[in-house]
Structures are given as C-alpha cells and as structure tokens.
C-alpha cells in the first residue's frame, strides 16, 4: 500500500510538473504573439504609409460602416490585427487619446474578447459619471450629467403615479414564466395607446405587438445577422452595440452635411437622393443591404420629419426591398405648440406594411429611462413570430408589466396632468439651454423635440479635427461636465455636441456654468494627447472636416493596402527565418499572423 501510494504521489507530481510547464510555455507564446502583433502592426502602418505615398489621389480615412473591433494595445491577442483593420473612428480615437483597452483574456472566445475590448465615448462618460455623480450636499464636486438623454424635470409626477395602490397588485401569473411574446393584457393597451396617439386609421391589433426590452438587436437579429443595413448619420451611438456587437450586421453610413446644400436644405438634412447615393456605394463594395433605420424625432439632431419626407423614405426602402426600421421612441417629446408629430402608423396605407416596423418604448415618452419596456409593432406575422420567440431572453418582467398597463390606461393622468406639464417644463428648460447658448455666441439647431440641443462648437477646436474634439470633450469631463460629442453618434464633422437640458434648474445652472468658464479660457483645453503613437495622423484616423462629403471608405484604403502587401516583397524580406533557431515557435507565430494578415 505505501508503494501504491509512493508511485501515485509521484504521478500526480509529474503531472503538475507538465502543467507546469504547459502553462509556462503558454505564457511564452502569448508573449511572442504580442511581441509580433506590435512588430506587425509597426509594419501595417509602414506599409500605409507607402500606400498613401504611392496613391496620391487616395482620399483620407473615412470609415463607411462600424463593425465590431478593437484596437491592438501592448497587451492584446493576435486577432487585434485584423479588428484594427475595421475599427471605427470613434474606438481609434479613444484609445489613442487616453483610454485604456482591456488586454486579451485566454478565458474568452475571440468574440468574448472583442466585446471586452470594445471602447466607446457614451459609455467611458456614463462610467466616470457613475463613479462621481454630483450632489448639492454629499458631492457638490461631482460630474453633472448633460450627456446622457434622461428627462428628469417630472420625478414628482412619476413618483406620486407610480405609488398610487393599484400600482402595488401582486398577482400569482405576474411571478410566473409569461407568454413570452409579452403578457396579452399590456399588449393590448399598448395597441390601444399607438392606436390614439399614433391616429391610426384603423384600431392596431395586439396581435403584432411584441414586447422586448431591447428592440434595435431584436430586429437585427431576426432580419439582417451578416448583413448591413443603412442608417444617416448623425445617429444614436449604443445603436452600433446593440445590433453589432450581438448580431454582426454592419452599420452603413448615409453621411448627412452640416451646411445646408442649396434652397429648402437644412443642417444634416436626410433626403431620399442621399438614401440612393449611399444604397448605390453599398452595392458596389458588395454588401448586402436589408434594411434601413429611420429615427422620428431623430436622436441626436431633434428633427422630426413631416409625412412627405417619411413617405419619400418608405418608398426608397421599398424600391430596393428593405426593412424600415422605424423608431418613434420620441413621439410624445414635442414640445413646441406649433409642431405636430405625424407616426408612420398614422398613413392611411404604407408603401411596403411587410417590411415597415415601427419601434416605440416607455424610457423617453414617461421620463423613465430605467424602465427597460420596449414594444416592435409590424404586420408581417413571420417577424413577429420570430421577435416572440426572443421574448424568452429579451422579455419584460411581469410586475413591470403590470404596471405599465395601469399607467397606459390612465388617459385622464396621461393627457390632463403628465404629457401638459411635461411639455411646459421643457419649454422652460429648452428656453434657459438656448439662451445660455446665445450668449456665449454658441450656433446650435433650433428643433422641437427631444431632450437635446445639437450645438456646433467647432469654433473652440484649435483646428477641424476629431482628436481636438475628443481632447475638448475630455476637457469638459474634467471640469465635471458630461457632453456627448459628435464622434460618438458617427458625426462626419467634428466640432457638434449633444447637449441634454431636461434636468433640474440647479444642475442645468452649475453645469452650464462650469462649460461656459472653460470655453472662455481655451488656453485650458486638454492638447495632452499621445506623441508616442504613430498612428496619431490627421491622414490615417480622422475624417475630412473641410468637406461635407465623407471620403471613401474604409475598404477602399484597406484594399489598396492589401495589394500593396502582395505585390511588395518587402515583408519576405523582413521574416523571422533567422530568428527561429533561437526559438522555434517564432515563426509559426509570425506566419499565422501574416496568413490572417493577408486573408
């Protein structure tokens, strides 16, 4: 026995020396993968460089669509070579300004890991505010939020709605697994309620509405996974996590101009000849375009388009077969007496029913961002079966449920005390924002809806570029203000930011007051961004600001890179042959980052 346990003590022992030395070399190669990442990625940059000097007509970096990426970092895995190789302008310029991005994790999948790494400026911001919110008493120091589109003028309303006693019935079927697809009594008085302030024609069915608490990945996943769908930019920027980073479809930009093109044009003014001119550059890099996203009101410019430009839209997308994606998620933010807002399902007869979805949710129109309540509404029966069977993962809890069927039934609270005084503390609080803007001289889009003002600061840039829009936006967040900047809704000029005004007067006053004090003494502006980069180039990571027209793609500049790799011999001339004796690994290493290189 003490043999059998002598021999047994030593097998376990040889097997931890294995491990041992399986997870030190392991360590090894993860560390010659880094090393090559960096030396590869020191040689994409050379190789672009000679690119843009042996193709002087080459136009600059203008990304066309966002896919999911990172951008490689000392720390990350091999596969950042080839995510940098579509990362979008605003991960690019986050990283290479400050921001940190997670290193590999060889406890994640590839994907795991390029959803760990992504970066965006939205959520960097929503983070530092998080973790420093500003209170008069507890934190008069902290960040004050005017970033993040929340309306928060009509807390009391809410508070005094929601805690009424038919708000607090805890039934048994509201603890238990629903019908997925959303209980039947809430879908019901959501289409009672599209039905009224829709002025539907005809009363909407329950039947196609679908409750989700994310809407946007919804529809991606069930009508365009792989594929690419259109959408103008400016738009809302969690829109490339939500359909992206879960389902792979890719965000083609219909670049909007920030100067009015001629006669009955405006700033960032969506025409269906846009709509064609982008359908027509998609086509023509192979993509396979299935729908379109419309924003009514729009998310970040607060237009709301008149039935003639949606019908115009409808008709576009029916031309070429695609999906109108319709978010109304703002519908009942019109604050402005003169303005009326006309839904999609308010047309006596769509261009094309099965292909038109309209979105709509209880976050913006109540006031209660933190209420996940989404609703699809669609005549096509394949969709909403399909949206149903999502219902399982992106569900509404039954309580929740509950009591937003109570709140759509309350007409008389609805029109006679929330939607009345909702409509004139936004008036007041819009009216204090843009005037504060006209006296410091700021230009902004006067609209009538939302809870954001589009204000152009472009003329407190050092120069039209988006690193200096970053560097100012940084800037602000380190005077204790959140902003939302134009890079992070895809803008093509920098210079614009998203300013919400639907807060408390004492936030609005000391937060306008700490932007203003820092945009009087620019000296102050943040100019710290990394020399040591050498991908810090005007040419490489920014947009043409001069230009309202975006240049040309991304794949364009790639593609051309591509060749010039394969018909330079400069990268067999420059291979780790004589470094393999040393280690053998090594070029097993670099061959299988140069293959995907290449690919």
């Not at 001069?546 to 330079?568: C, K, M, N, V, Y």
Request: with cysteine; aromatic share 8%.
């Amino acid at each position: 026995e003490e043999r059998l346990i002598s021999l047994e003590e030593a097998r376990l022992e040889r097997e931890a020396q294995a491990e041992e030395r399986r997870e030190q070399k392991e360590e090894r190669r993860a560390e010659q993968e880094r090393q090559h990442e960096l030396r590869l990625f020191s040689m994409f940059t050379g190789a672009l460089a000679a690119v843009r000097q042996t193709a002087p007509t080459a136009p600059p970096f203008a990304p066309t669509f966002s896919t999911d990426s990172t951008v490689p970092s000392a720390t990350s895995g091999h596969t950042a070579i080839l995510n940098a190789l579509s990362a979008p302008a605003t991960s690019i310029l986050a990283t290479l300004s400050g921001a940190e991005t997670p290193g590999h994790s060889v406890y994640l999948s590839r994907r795991g890991n390029s959803i760990r790494q992504h970066q965006g400026i939205l959520q960097e911001g929503y983070t530092q505010y998080h973790a420093d919110k500003y209170q008069h008493t507890d934190n008069p120091n902290g960040i004050i939020n005017m970033g993040t589109s929340e309306n928060k003028l009509c807390y009391d309303l809410l508070h005094k709605r929601m805690t009424q006693p038919d708000m607090l019935h805890i039934d048994p079927a509201l603890l238990q697994y629903p019908d997925w697809k959303g209980h039947r009594f809430l879908r019901e008085e959501v289409s009672r309620f599209l039905s009224h302030y829709c002025g539907s024609p005809r009363p909407l069915r329950a039947d196609n509405v679908s409750e989700v608490s994310s809407f946007i990945l919804t529809m991606c996943l069930c009508v365009c996974v792989l594929d690419a769908i259109l959408i103008p930019t400016p738009f809302y920027g969690v829109i490339t996590e939500d359909v992206h980073l879960y389902s792979g479809v890719r965000l083609f930009h219909v670049h909007l101009d920030c100067e009015p093109s001629g006669s009955g044009s405006r700033p960032f003014h969506l025409t269906v000849d846009k709509l064609e001119e982008a359908m027509r550059k998609a086509i023509s890099e192979g993509l396979n375009v299935r729908a379109v996203v419309l924003v009514n009101p729009h998310n970040p410019l607060a237009d709301v388009y008149s039935p003639q430009e949606m019908t115009g839209f409808l008709e576009f997308a029916k031309r070429h077969k695609l999906h109108a994606i319709v978010d109304e998620v703002y519908m009942l933010t019109v604050f402005e007496d003169t303005v009326t807002f006309h839904s999609v399902l308010s047309m006596d007869s769509l261009p094309d029913p099965q292909r038109t979805h309209v979105m709509w949710g209880m976050s913006k129109d109540f006031a209660m961002a933190g209420v996940r309540v989404g609703t699809v509404y669609s005549d096509n029966r394949d969709l909403v079966e399909a949206l149903d069977k999502l219902g399982m993962f992106h569900g509404v809890p039954g309580p929740i449920q509950h009591q937003m069927a109570i709140l759509l039934q309350d007409k008389d609270w609805i029109n006679g005390k929330f939607l009345p005084e909702n409509r004139l503390r936004m008036q007041a609080a819009h009216r204090y924002m843009t005037g504060e803007l006209q006296s410091l001289g700021v230009p902004y889009l006067h609209r009538p809806a939302g809870f954001y003002i589009w204000a152009d600061l472009r003329k407190y840039l050092y120069k039209p570029s988006f690193v200096e829009e970053l560097s100012l936006w940084r800037c602000f967040l380190r005077h204790k203000v959140v902003l939302s900047c134009g890079q992070a809704f895809h803008c093509s000029t920098p210079g614009w930011f998203r300013i919400v005004f639907t807060d408390r007067q004492q936030h609005l006053t000391l937060g306008t007051f700490r932007c203003f004090s820092l945009l009087m003494i620019p000296e102050e502006k943040d100019n710290n961004i990394p020399d040591a980069i050498p991908l810090v180039s005007e040419d490489f990571i920014l947009l043409d600001c001069q230009t309202s027209h975006p240049a040309e793609s991304l794949d364009s500049l790639i593609g051309a890179l591509r060749q010039q790799i394969h018909t330079s011999d400069w990268l067999e001339k420059n291979t780790p042959e004589l470094s393999a004796g040393e280690d053998p690994e090594l070029l097993d290493v670099f061959k299988d980052l140069l293959d995907r290189a290449r690919k």
